[in-house]
């Protein structure tokens, strides 16, 4: 059972324009949620965080949004450039920010010139 | 080095040998955690330690896979007769275990099983 869906497996944005990329999970107890990103061969890297005591966080040009009631959280990329092409992986925790991370499958963004 | 070291990249292993990858996470980090990633998929936990301490080994698929972190620094996960389902990316992390610190991630070990 997948607590942590990343229904689009793949997304292409012109660069330039918004990226969105979308995570839904099923379990109410999660409370703390996180982007990883990662190139090829290499680990995830962290992207961004956000716990339910927020619906948003802004950093830079990557900003989450969370929608508690609807189990739903979105990673905004604006403005995108070719170098965020790459996997991104959603990921939750009912702990906390450092405990047992539940992931997605990941969404491969790809920025065209 | 800054980030986290996993070591070997690359292990090739015929079916029933055992194997070690290590990990060397950033030094003063107190949390350690070890993921499989398969092809396709997200990377899922397997267990967790606190310094010395393996708190939760949940994840570990069978017990032929076992992990140590003995003077709570290197780690090394252990997988006995492998098998080929065993093959996946094992990807090392660490933190500060400060709360808001978020996990910082290896390269991983890719491991074929043949």
């Known amino acids: 059972d997948q607590q942590v869906k990343q229904n689009s497996p793949s997304l292409s944005v012109q660069e330039g324009r918004i990226s969105i990329l979308n995570c839904d999970y099923t379990?109410?107890?999660?409370?703390?949620f996180l982007w990883y990103k990662k190139y090829p061969a290499e680990g995830p890297t962290f992207l961004i965080s956000?716990?339910?005591?927020?619906d948003k966080n802004e950093d830079g040009r990557f900003t989450v949004f969370l929608n508690k009631s609807a189990k739903h959280l979105s990673l905004h990329i604006v403005p995108s450039q070719p170098g965020d092409s790459a996997v991104y992986f959603c990921?939750?925790?009912?702990?906390?920010?450092?405990?047992?991370?539940?992931f997605g499958t990941g969404t491969r963004l790809q920025v065209f010139p | 080095g800054a980030g986290v070291s996993q070591s070997p990249r690359y292990k090739v292993a015929k079916r029933g040998q055992d194997v070690a990858l290590r990990c060397d996470p950033i030094?003063?980090?107190?949390?350690l955690f070890w993921y499989q990633q398969a092809l396709g998929q997200g990377p899922e936990f397997l267990t967790y330690?606190?310094?010395?301490?393996?708190?939760?080994k949940s994840g570990l698929p069978s017990d032929r896979f076992f992990a140590e972190r003995p003077e709570g620094s290197v780690s090394t996960l252990k997988i006995q007769r492998t098998q080929q389902e065993d093959s996946a990316v094992y990807l090392c992390?660490?933190?500060?275990?400060?709360?808001?610190?978020?996990?910082?991630f290896g390269n991983g070990t890719r491991l074929t099983v043949t």
């Open positions: 330690f606190q310094n010395e301490a393996q708190l939760d």
């Open positions: 379990n109410s107890m999660f409370d703390y």
């Open positions: 990921a939750a925790s009912a702990v906390g920010f450092t405990d047992k991370l539940i």
């Open positions: 992390a660490s933190s500060l275990d400060t709360g808001n610190s978020p996990l910082h």
């Open positions: 956000i716990s339910s005591i927020k």
């Open positions: 030094s003063g980090h107190v949390s």
